[in-house]
């Protein structure tokens, strides 16, 4: 089974840039859809960030579009996530994650998504 694995989380100030990293482990895809996620306490896992790395087809949610960028390292097959501006607000447990099925193009809804990192936690303060 895949396995995905997140690093780069922490804390920071307010206006603050992290960069998030994640790296699939268990199979290789030529071209397939991955994306980033995040999840409040007791809320649904929202999603942030799409590429669809055949093409670099990228797709953001309203709420990070212009703060924050994906991008994958095909030779290396890693996702990242640049995260500028950061905002209290942006505080949560951030995921990676990866489609198995061939779709084509960027996917922000988490049905989509079939595997699944065990999140690295993002804090920012005022």
């Known amino acids: 089974q895949e396995q995905l694995k997140e690093s780069g989380g922490g804390s920071v100030r307010s206006g603050g840039s992290l960069i998030l990293s994640c790296k699939p482990s268990g199979f290789t895809y030529s071209a397939r859809c991955m994306g980033w996620f995040r999840q409040f306490p007791g809320k649904e896992r929202e999603g942030l960030a799409s590429?669809?790395?055949?093409?670099?087809?990228?797709r953001y949610a309203d709420s990070v579009m212009g703060r924050f960028t994906i991008s994958h390292d095909s030779a290396n097959d890693v996702l990242y996530l640049q995260m500028d501006d950061l905002r209290p607000e942006d505080t949560a447990m951030y995921y990676c994650?990866?489609?198995?099925?061939?779709?084509?193009?960027?996917?922000?809804?988490?049905?989509?998504?079939?595997?699944w990192g065990q999140g690295t936690q993002v804090t920012v303060s005022s």
């Open positions: 994650a990866a489609a198995d099925k061939e779709v084509g193009w960027p996917l922000l809804a988490r049905i989509e998504y079939d595997n």
């Open positions: 590429i669809y790395t055949g093409s670099g087809s990228r």
